[in-house]
C-alpha cells in the first residue's frame, strides 16, 4: 500500500478542524487486521472540541486493532460500536454542538479486503481502469437516534485489485475537484505517483488557496509496503556461512594432516538432510625444531614444512577477520535500514506540504523542517559506506540526492550555466575591489590604487584620479561618494568632482562600513560596535559625528556589513541584525540550504523590498525578504572570485564583481 495525504490550508477558519489518520500494523497481532485509514473534518467547533477528531481516532484505532478476531470487518464492527459508545458519552455530558458537524470516513484494508464506514459528506471513490466508481453510493446511513446514539451505522465491504486507487475528498475538496474535472485527470494518469498528483494539484494551487479540507490518495500495491519505499532489501544482507567460509582451509588441512600432526573433527549430519556441516575441534601444530647435524634433505623438508604452517597460519587469521567484517558490515545495514526507515518516512510527509508551499507559509515551514531533519540524518551515513555492498550504498546516495534536491527546490536555487559576461578588465590597466553602481553607471575602486574607474551602460570606459586610495564608498541622492581613511572624502556629481572633509569621531576610529540615506552618512565600526552618524547640512557638508546606537551592541561587534533603508540592516557570521531609531529591532538567523558558510556582504535601500546577501565561498548571492524569509538564490560554478556586487535601482539587474569579470544577471 501506499498513500498521499494532501492537508488544503488548514488555518483558513478558527472554527474549522480536520485532519487525517494512517495507521500501519507494527506488531504482529496487529498486522493481522491490515491497515486503518481515517479522514475526519469538524464544523463550528467550540474550543473544547478542538482535539476531537484525534480522540475519536484514537479510541476506533485502539479497539480496531486490540479485537481478537483475524476479520478486519469484524474489528471495523467492533471499533464503530466503541465509537459510538464515546460519542454517546459526550453527548450525554450536554455537549451535543459536534452533532450535524461531525464528518468523519473510516477504512480498514486487509490484505485485498476493503471495509469502510462513514458519517456526513466526506466522498470516497474507487479509481480502477481509467473508470471512476463512487462507492459512497453504496452506503445507506440510517437516521440518527438521539439515544443510544447510532452514528456509525452500516459497514461497507469489497475486493480490490492490483493498482486500483481509492481517492477519499472532503466536501469542499470534492466540489472543488467536480467543478475542475481533476477526478478524471487523475483516472487517466497511467502512473499514478506522488508526482503526477503534485502536477494536477499544482496547475489548481492558485484556485485551491480558496479551499480548505483534505485529499487522501491510497492505491493499493501488494510489493510496497504502507506508504513506504522499498529502499532497503534484505538482498543486502548476505546469509554467513561458516562452512563456506572454512571449507577451503578445511580441505587443505585434510591434505597437510600428516605431516604436521592436525587432529580435525568431521561430524556428519542426519542422511535427510544430505548435508555437511564441519565443526573444528582442537587444532595442534607441531613444529619441527631444525637441529644441528640433519642432512640437507631434511633440513629444507622442515623449512618447508614450517613455511606451509606460518601461510595457513596467516590465511586463518585472514578468514577470521573476513567473518568478522561481514558480521558488521550485516550489523552497520541493519541499523543503516533503520535510519533509512525513519528518514524515508519524513521525506513521504514532506511531500505533502510541499504542494502547497508557495500559498501556505506553515506548509513551507513543515515541510523546509522535515526536509532539513531528513538531510541531518543521512547525511552521517553517507561517510560510512566504503565497506557496503554496492547496491545498498547507491540507494543511500540516490535518497541523499533526492532530499537534496528537494531542499534546493524549496529553498530556490537557480544555477546559471552561463551567466552574461557584461565587462572584462585588463590586469595592466586596472583591477577593480569593490563595485557600487549609481545613476545607470558603474563605479570600480580598490584600497591599493588612486583611481576610479566608471563603467557606463553602453560599456565605455574612463579612469578619474583620486588624490587617495579609495576605502568606502555610497550612493548619495544625485552623486556619488568616495571616502578615503582617515578623514578625506571626494564627491562625483555628473562630470564635477568635489572635495570634503569629515570630523573624525575619535582618535583611532575604524571606518569599517559605510552607508548611506537621505544624504546623511552612517559608519560602522565593527571592532568596538558602534555607528557613527553624519547629519547632511550643504553644499557637501556633515554635521560633527554621534553615535547612531543608543548602548553598545553585541551584534555590530564583529560585524562584516552594513546597509540602510528607513531601518539599519547589519551583516555578521549568518545572521542578519535590524536596528530602528538606534535600537535593537530583530536577528534574523538565515536558514538557508546549502548552509550558510561565509557570508560576506549585505545591501538593500529605501527602494528594493529585498535584502541581498553575497558569499563567495558558495559561489551565490541570495535574496531574502526582509523579513528573512528565502526568495531565490543564485549560483554558478563561473561564480569562482566573487568580490563584490551592486543592484540596480530597480531592482531589476545584479552586476557581480567575479575578478576581473563583471557578470549581468536580469531578474
Same mark, same amino acid.
Given at each position: 500500500?501506499?498513500?498521499?495525504?494532501?492537508?488544503?490550508?488548514?488555518?483558513?477558519?478558527?472554527?474549522?478542524?480536520?485532519?487525517?489518520?494512517?495507521?500501519?500494523?507494527?506488531?504482529?497481532?496487529?498486522?493481522?487486521?491490515?491497515?486503518?485509514?481515517?479522514?475526519?473534518?469538524?464544523?463550528?467547533?467550540?474550543?473544547?472540541?478542538?482535539?476531537?477528531?484525534?480522540?475519536?481516532?484514537?479510541?476506533?484505532?485502539?479497539?480496531?486493532?486490540?479485537?481478537?478476531?483475524?476479520?478486519?470487518?469484524?474489528?471495523?464492527?467492533?471499533?464503530?460500536?466503541?465509537?459510538?459508545?464515546?460519542?454517546?458519552?459526550?453527548?450525554?455530558?450536554?455537549?451535543?454542538?459536534?452533532?450535524?458537524?461531525?464528518?468523519?470516513?473510516?477504512?480498514?484494508?486487509?490484505?485485498?479486503?476493503?471495509?469502510?464506514?462513514?458519517?456526513?459528506?466526506?466522498?470516497?471513490?474507487?479509481?480502477?481502469?481509467?473508470?471512476?466508481?463512487?462507492?459512497?453510493?453504496?452506503?445507506?446511513?440510517?437516521?440518527?437516534?438521539?439515544?443510544?446514539?447510532?452514528?456509525?451505522? #452500516?459497514?461497507?465491504?469489497?475486493?480490490?485489485?492490483?493498482?486500483?486507487?481509492?481517492?477519499?475528498?472532503?466536501?469542499?475538496?470534492?466540489?472543488?475537484?467536480?467543478?475542475?474535472?481533476?477526478?478524471?485527470?487523475?483516472?487517466?494518469?497511467?502512473?499514478?505517483?506522488?508526482?503526477?498528483?503534485?502536477?494536477?494539484?499544482?496547475?489548481?494551487?492558485?484556485?485551491?488557496?480558496?479551499?480548505?479540507?483534505?485529499?487522501?490518495?491510497?492505491?493499493?500495491?501488494?510489493?510496497?509496503?504502507?506508504?513506504?519505499?522499498?529502499?532497503?532489501?534484505?538482498?543486502?544482507?548476505?546469509?554467513?556461512?561458516?562452512? @563456506?567460509?572454512?571449507?577451503?582451509?578445511?580441505?587443505?588441512?585434510?591434505?597437510?594432516?600428516?605431516?604436521?600432526?592436525?587432529?580435525? =573433527?568431521?561430524?556428519?549430519?542426519?542422511?535427510?538432510?544430505?548435508?555437511?556441516?564441519? @565443526?573444528?575441534?582442537?587444532?595442534?601444530?607441531?613444529?619441527?625444531?631444525?637441529?644441528?647435524?640433519?642432512?640437507?634433505? %631434511?633440513?629444507?623438508?622442515?623449512?618447508?614444512?614450517?613455511?606451509?604452517?606460518?601461510?595457513?597460519?596467516?590465511?586463518?587469521?585472514?578468514?577470521?577477520?573476513?567473518?568478522?567484517?561481514?558480521?558488521?558490515?550485516?550489523?552497520?545495514?541493519?541499523?543503516?535500514?533503520?535510519?533509512?526507515?525513519?528518514? @524515508?518516512?519524513?521525506?513521504?510527509?514532506?511531500?505533502?506540504?510541499?504542494?502547497?508551499?508557495?500559498?501556505?507559509?506553515?506548509?513551507?515551514?513543515?515541510?523546509?523542517?522535515?526536509?532539513?531533519?531528513?538531510?541531518?540524518?543521512?547525511?552521517?551515513?553517507?561517510?560510512?559506506?566504503?565497506?557496503?555492498?554496492?547496491?545498498?550504498?547507491?540507494?543511500?546516495?540516490?535518497?541523499?540526492?533526492?532530499?537534496?534536491?528537494?531542499?534546493?527546490?524549496?529553498?530556490?536555487?537557480?544555477?546559471?550555466?552561463?551567466?552574461?559576461?557584461?565587462?572584462?578588465?585588463?590586469?595592466?590597466?586596472?583591477?577593480?575591489?569593490?563595485?557600487?553602481?549609481?545613476?545607470?553607471?558603474?563605479?570600480?575602486?580598490?584600497?591599493?590604487?588612486?583611481?576610479?574607474?566608471?563603467?557606463?551602460?553602453?560599456?565605455?570606459?574612463?579612469?578619474?584620479?583620486?588624490?587617495?586610495?579609495?576605502?568606502?564608498?555610497?550612493?548619495?541622492?544625485?552623486?556619488?561618494?568616495?571616502?578615503?581613511?582617515?578623514?578625506?572624502?571626494?564627491?562625483?556629481?555628473?562630470?564635477?568632482?568635489?572635495?570634503?572633509?569629515?570630523?573624525?569621531?575619535?582618535?583611532?576610529?575604524?571606518?569599517?562600513?559605510?552607508?548611506?540615506?537621505?544624504?546623511?552618512?552612517?559608519?560602522?565600526?565593527?571592532?568596538?560596535?558602534?555607528?557613527? %552618524?553624519?547629519?547632511?547640512? #550643504?553644499?557637501?557638508?556633515?554635521?560633527?559625528?554621534?553615535?547612531?546606537?543608543?548602548?553598545?551592541?553585541?551584534?555590530?561587534?564583529?560585524?562584516?556589513?552594513?546597509?540602510?533603508?528607513?531601518?539599519?540592516?547589519?551583516?555578521?557570521?549568518?545572521?542578519?541584525?535590524?536596528?530602528?531609531?538606534?535600537?535593537?529591532?530583530?536577528?534574523?538567523?538565515?536558514?538557508?540550504?546549502? =548552509?550558510?558558510?561565509?557570508?560576506?556582504?549585505?545591501?538593500?535601500?529605501?527602494?528594493?523590498?529585498?535584502?541581498?546577501?553575497?558569499?563567495?565561498?558558495?559561489?551565490?548571492?541570495?535574496?531574502? #525578504? %526582509?523579513?528573512?524569509?528565502?526568495?531565490? @538564490?543564485?549560483?554558478?560554478? %563561473?561564480?569562482?572570485?566573487?568580490?563584490?556586487?551592486?543592484?540596480?535601482?530597480?531592482?531589476?539587474?545584479?552586476?557581480?564583481?567575479?575578478?576581473?569579470?563583471?557578470?549581468?544577471?536580469?531578474?
Amino acid at each position: 500500500m501506499k498513500f498521499f495525504e494532501f492537508h488544503f490550508n488548514p488555518k483558513s477558519k478558527e472554527d474549522l478542524v480536520f485532519d487525517s489518520f494512517c495507521y500501519e500494523p507494527e506488531k504482529a497481532y496487529e498486522k493481522k487486521l491490515g491497515n486503518l485509514y481515517m479522514v475526519g473534518l469538524l464544523n463550528n467547533t467550540l474550543p473544547q472540541n478542538q482535539r476531537l477528531l484525534k480522540r475519536l481516532a484514537e479510541v476506533i484505532k485502539k479497539k480496531y486493532y486490540s479485537s481478537k478476531t483475524n476479520s478486519a470487518e469484524r474489528a471495523l464492527k467492533g471499533s464503530l460500536k466503541e465509537a459510538n459508545n464515546f460519542l454517546d458519552k459526550i453527548s450525554k455530558s450536554g455537549d451535543v454542538s459536534w452533532l450535524g458537524n461531525l464528518d468523519f470516513f473510516i477504512l480498514s484494508i486487509k490484505n485485498s479486503e476493503l471495509s469502510f464506514a462513514k458519517v456526513g459528506s466526506i466522498k470516497p471513490f474507487l479509481i480502477r481502469g481509467g473508470q471512476i466508481t463512487d462507492i459512497n453510493e453504496k452506503i445507506q446511513i440510517e437516521e440518527l437516534e438521539p439515544y443510544p446514539l447510532k452514528v456509525f451505522a #452500516n459497514i461497507v465491504s469489497g475486493k480490490l485489485a492490483e493498482k486500483d486507487l481509492i481517492v477519499v475528498l472532503t466536501e469542499q475538496i470534492f466540489d472543488f475537484f467536480k467543478k475542475e474535472n481533476m477526478l478524471k485527470e487523475i483516472a487517466r494518469l497511467d502512473v499514478f505517483d506522488n508526482k503526477q498528483l503534485k502536477e494536477i494539484l499544482n496547475s489548481k494551487k492558485e484556485a485551491l488557496n480558496n479551499t480548505s479540507g483534505i485529499l487522501l490518495a491510497i492505491q493499493f500495491i501488494k510489493e510496497i509496503s504502507f506508504g513506504r519505499k522499498q529502499t532497503i532489501s534484505e538482498k543486502n544482507l548476505e546469509k554467513f556461512s561458516l562452512k @563456506q567460509t572454512f571449507a577451503p582451509v578445511l580441505k587443505v588441512f585434510e591434505k597437510l594432516s600428516k605431516p604436521f600432526n592436525v587432529q580435525i =573433527k568431521t561430524k556428519k549430519k542426519e542422511k535427510k538432510r544430505k548435508a555437511f556441516r564441519f @565443526q573444528i575441534a582442537k587444532i595442534k601444530l607441531k613444529i619441527p625444531k631444525i637441529k644441528a647435524g640433519l642432512s640437507k634433505k %631434511k633440513t629444507k623438508k622442515l623449512l618447508f614444512n614450517k613455511n606451509i604452517m606460518l601461510i595457513l597460519s596467516l590465511s586463518l587469521l585472514l578468514i577470521f577477520g573476513f567473518v568478522f567484517a561481514k558480521l558488521e558490515q550485516n550489523k552497520k545495514i541493519k541499523a543503516y535500514s533503520v535510519e533509512l526507515k525513519e528518514i @524515508q518516512e519524513k521525506l513521504e510527509l514532506s511531500e505533502s506540504f510541499l504542494i502547497l508551499k508557495d500559498t501556505n507559509p506553515q506548509a513551507f515551514n513543515k515541510a523546509s523542517a522535515l526536509l532539513e531533519e531528513s538531510w541531518n540524518k543521512i547525511l552521517p551515513l553517507t561517510k560510512g559506506l566504503a565497506l557496503l555492498p554496492k547496491n545498498f550504498t547507491s540507494q543511500i546516495l540516490d535518497l541523499k540526492d533526492e532530499i537534496s534536491n528537494k531542499l534546493l527546490d524549496l529553498n530556490g536555487l537557480e544555477k546559471i550555466e552561463n551567466p552574461e559576461l557584461f565587462f572584462e578588465f585588463n590586469i595592466k590597466e586596472f583591477v577593480p575591489h569593490n563595485l557600487l553602481i549609481n545613476n545607470n553607471s558603474l563605479y570600480f575602486f580598490t584600497p591599493y590604487s588612486k583611481n576610479i574607474f566608471i563603467l557606463k551602460e553602453n560599456k565605455e570606459g574612463k579612469v578619474i584620479e583620486s588624490k587617495e586610495a579609495i576605502n568606502l564608498a555610497t550612493q548619495l541622492n544625485d552623486s556619488t561618494l568616495f571616502f578615503s581613511k582617515p578623514d578625506k572624502l571626494m564627491i562625483l556629481k555628473n562630470s564635477d568632482v568635489f572635495q570634503s572633509q569629515l570630523q573624525t569621531p575619535y582618535q583611532d576610529f575604524d571606518f569599517s562600513g559605510l552607508s548611506s540615506v537621505y544624504n546623511n552618512l552612517y559608519f560602522l565600526n565593527k571592532k568596538t560596535g558602534q555607528i557613527i %552618524k553624519y547629519d547632511f547640512l #550643504n553644499d557637501f557638508r556633515w554635521e560633527t559625528p554621534v553615535s547612531w546606537l543608543n548602548k553598545k551592541e553585541e551584534g555590530v561587534i564583529g560585524a562584516k556589513s552594513i546597509c540602510i533603508d528607513s531601518s539599519i540592516w547589519i551583516l555578521k557570521n549568518n545572521s542578519a541584525y535590524k536596528y530602528y531609531k538606534g535600537e535593537f529591532q530583530k536577528e534574523f538567523h538565515i536558514k538557508i540550504f546549502p =548552509k550558510p558558510k561565509d557570508f560576506s556582504k549585505i545591501y538593500t535601500s529605501t527602494k528594493l523590498p529585498y535584502l541581498y546577501i553575497l558569499e563567495p565561498i558558495q559561489k551565490r548571492i541570495i535574496i531574502l #525578504n %526582509k523579513n528573512g524569509q528565502i526568495t531565490k @538564490q543564485l549560483q554558478s560554478e %563561473k561564480f569562482d572570485n566573487l568580490l563584490d556586487f551592486a543592484i540596480s535601482e530597480n531592482g531589476k539587474t545584479i552586476y557581480l564583481l567575479n575578478g576581473l569579470k563583471i557578470y549581468k544577471i536580469n531578474l
